[in-house]
């Protein structure tokens, strides 16, 4: 079965602009799947319709098989989200968000309050139980918004850049959370800025761009669609200028690392072997940038070269 499906989806404001041009989406039970696009691509939007909070133009959404025209509430049941923004009391203690959330389904109160200590201990924030939500750190406010989402244990989990504005340890640790609940069978869908977030976790991957759906495949094979790669190699002695690396399109950053690209059919170890043969020794070595945002940013270009 799927978790979600969608089809033909078209937003369109009263203002005539055409935010969703009929898209077509599907995530399979089980899967941790990427939505990513730039600002103004489509996603919120998407988002927001698959959970009821905006209206569509027309389409079809099926959520594990649910209508959400004709069977909203059971739709509505099996979905947990995590907004971009925050939307809860700074006021009202943790307690009460979480209590609240799992009333809103029924969930009966000694049910509720073990889930909200499961939670969130889970999430590091336990000790805050009782406290307002003002009293939490940015960081522990994202958890939050976690814990609160997984209340009701919803087999589709939608998060919109969980981890925006989070330190890198606190980012890890959500990757670590999110990686087992999905391995424990929960469907997740994740929107994020942070590439690597992506190609890290996600199974699926699909871009939107100008609100139309442009690759919609697995994270493996776009990822190997890419036909360069552009690596930085840090040598063991510092180096006053680089020598010829025949087949290679090669720069001397400093006196310390090389920044060379790697075309598909080439062979790293072939690299390190001329490497060698110059009496260059590599210390350690690393990717530019995540290969995802390299193709991201090409993929985004030729559509915009297409669209133009």
């Not at 898209?23 to 939505?35: C, K, N, S, T, Y």
């Not at 958890?143 to 989070?166: F, H, Q, S, W």
């Not at 609940?181 to 690597?196: K, P, R």
């Not at 991957?205 to 094979?221: L, N, P, Q, R, W």
Request: glycine share 6%.
């Amino acid at each position: 079965m799927k978790a979600l499906s969608v089809r033909q989806l078209t937003k369109t404001y009263p203002n005539g602009l055409t935010a969703l041009k009929g898209i077509d989406l599907e995530v399979a039970q089980g899967d941790f799947f990427a939505l990513l696009g730039q600002n103004g691509a489509g996603k919120s939007t998407t988002i927001g319709i698959i959970c009821s909070l905006v209206n569509k133009t027309a389409g079809k959404i099926h959520i594990f098989g649910h209508d959400t025209d004709t069977e909203l509430a059971q739709a509505k049941s099996l979905i947990g989200v995590v907004p971009q923004e925050m939307n809860f009391s700074l006021f009202e203690k943790i307690s009460h968000i979480l209590l609240n959330q799992a009333g809103y389904y029924g969930i009966p109160k000694p049910i509720a309050e073990e889930r909200a200590e499961m939670y969130l201990k889970e999430m590091g924030i336990w000790h805050m139980y009782d406290q307002p939500a003002m009293r939490l750190s940015g960081g522990m406010k994202r958890r939050l918004m976690i814990a609160r989402a997984l209340m009701n244990e919803p087999k589709l989990l939608i998060l919109d850049e969980p981890t925006a504005g989070v330190d890198i340890e606190l980012r890890h640790t959500l990757w670590r959370f999110l990686t087992k609940l999905n391995q424990a069978g929960t469907t997740i869908i994740l929107t994020t800025h942070y590439l690597e977030e992506a190609e890290h976790l996600c199974k699926n991957v699909a871009i939107i761009d100008h609100g139309e759906i442009i690759e919609h495949e697995t994270m493996k094979s776009l990822i190997n669609r890419m036909n360069v790669q552009t690596l930085v190699l840090d040598v063991d002695s510092p180096l006053s200028h680089l020598p010829a690396l025949d087949g290679y399109h090669a720069r001397l950053v400093d006196d310390s690392s090389i920044e060379i690209e790697i075309h598909r059919g080439q062979s790293i170890n072939d690299l390190f072997s001329l490497l060698s043969q110059r009496k260059i020794i590599i210390n350690s070595m690393r990717n530019k940038t995540n290969r995802l945002e390299e193709l991201f940013i090409h993929l985004i270009a030729k559509n915009k070269r297409e669209v133009t």
